[in-house]
């Protein structure tokens, strides 16, 4: 269930945005693209109902993975100290999110569980939300997804404890490949008290409905 802790370098790389290593191809290159893949497949791209699908391919491009363009840091930045002394688990349940596998570029479809134990700082919990979209609106693989939301919140907010599980269905086994329909792929990351208290441990799987 759990993995090893964040070391500090690792965190830092977690927050990071991703970095390309060429420059952005411009809107008309990305729209050619889609036209060269389209005559691959065999397609008329001449034909009426696809006249446009290269500027409409794109534009969900600018949806997908509008992740790149956003930095998980800067959205957790702005944190509350008036807490009141309360020092336990903060939990935001059943994030749903729309992920592409790198490999494929096929959706990963799912829900993220990400909790924190609090020292002296909180985050309004809509932050939580927009953390696991700005990594998931990347090319993903589900284990980095899973470290990377862990990472930027023990970075940022330099927590007691994290906890992160995400449960997502791949198409690129589902649609393709194996096509094995109705399966689910869990992965977890745990830092701190979340790692080593058992107790919690099982406190956090028991308040997002998981058997222990």
């Not at 391919?57 to 009141?84: A, N, W």
């Not at 570029?105 to 809509?126: C, E, F, N, Q, T």
């Not at 970075?155 to 404890?161: D, E, F, I, N, S």
């Amino acid at each position: 269930m759990t993995r090893n802790p964040f070391t500090p370098v690792a965190a830092n790389v977690a927050a990071q945005p991703a970095k390309a290593t060429e420059p952005r191809p411009s809107r008309s290159e990305a729209e050619e693209a889609v036209r060269v893949l389209l005559r691959w497949a065999g397609e008329d791209i001449a034909r009426e109902g696809l006249r446009d699908t290269p500027k409409r391919v794109v534009k969900s491009y600018e949806e997908f993975f509008r992740g790149y363009d956003q930095d998980p840091v800067e959205l957790l930045s702005r944190t509350f100290d008036e807490v009141e002394g309360y020092d336990e688990m903060v939990l935001l349940r059943d994030i749903e999110f729309e992920s592409h596998c790198e490999h494929h570029m096929v959706p990963i479809i799912g829900k993220a569980h990400v909790a924190y134990l609090p020292d002296r700082r909180v985050v309004g919990i809509s932050k939580l939300a927009r953390v696991v979209d700005a990594y998931a609106k990347r090319l993903q693989i589900q284990e980095r997804l899973t470290a990377q939301i862990a990472g930027a919140i023990d970075q940022v907010l330099k927590p007691r404890g994290v906890a992160v599980m995400v449960s997502s269905q791949h198409h690129c086994m589902t649609t393709r490949g194996v096509h094995k329909h109705g399966t689910q792929m869990v992965t977890s990351y745990m830092v701190g008290a979340f790692r080593d208290d058992p107790q919690l441990r099982r406190e956090f799987q028991m308040m997002i409905g998981m058997p222990v």
